[in-house]
């Protein structure tokens, strides 16, 4: 028999960083989920991934307090951030776009980057080929300020 289901939860959390401070913690324990178990299973489940990488995961919870959770590519913006080559900068460590979007460029990527970025989000992203994947990660870089060449 198949157990009930009793919501799902999103969450970003870094690779191999889940820890049951917030918002991990917090999110997890007011829906009495196991907050030691998901973060042992996650943290183990991304530890060969690039730790700067913000993973979009989603938990589905029991009725019985057990849960299931389902890890996604790294953000799109992530990728290209990577891909522009920026830098880690400011109290996170993260890579910064520009400060003014659409006037200030922070880099370029080459629309062959931009490919390979679709490429592997394909699967997380709502579009039917992979132009319209690649149209997406357009709208991302510009968002971030990354202009793309070529």
């Known amino acids: ?41 996650f943290n183990a489940k991304t530890q060969e991934m690039d730790k700067q990488a913000k993973i979009p995961t989603i938990i589905t919870y029991y009725a019985d307090k057990s849960f299931t959770f389902e890890i996604k590519q790294p953000t799109a913006s992530f990728f290209i951030k990577q891909a522009a080559g920026l830098k880690p900068v400011g109290k996170r460590n993260r890579p910064k776009g520009s400060e003014a979007p659409g006037r200030v460029t922070a880099a370029t990527i080459t629309a062959a980057q931009v490919r390979q970025i679709a490429e592997a989000k394909m699967a997380d992203l709502n579009a039917n080929d992979i132009e319209g994947a690649m149209s997406i990660i357009l709208g991302s870089a510009k968002s971030i300020g990354i202009e793309v060449k070529g």
């Open 1 to 41: 028999m198949a157990k009930k289901v009793v919501g799902q939860l999103k969450l970003q959390i870094p690779a191999g960083g889940a820890n049951p401070s917030p918002p991990v913690g917090p999110a997890l324990g007011q829906r009495g989920i196991n907050i030691m178990e998901f973060c042992k299973a």
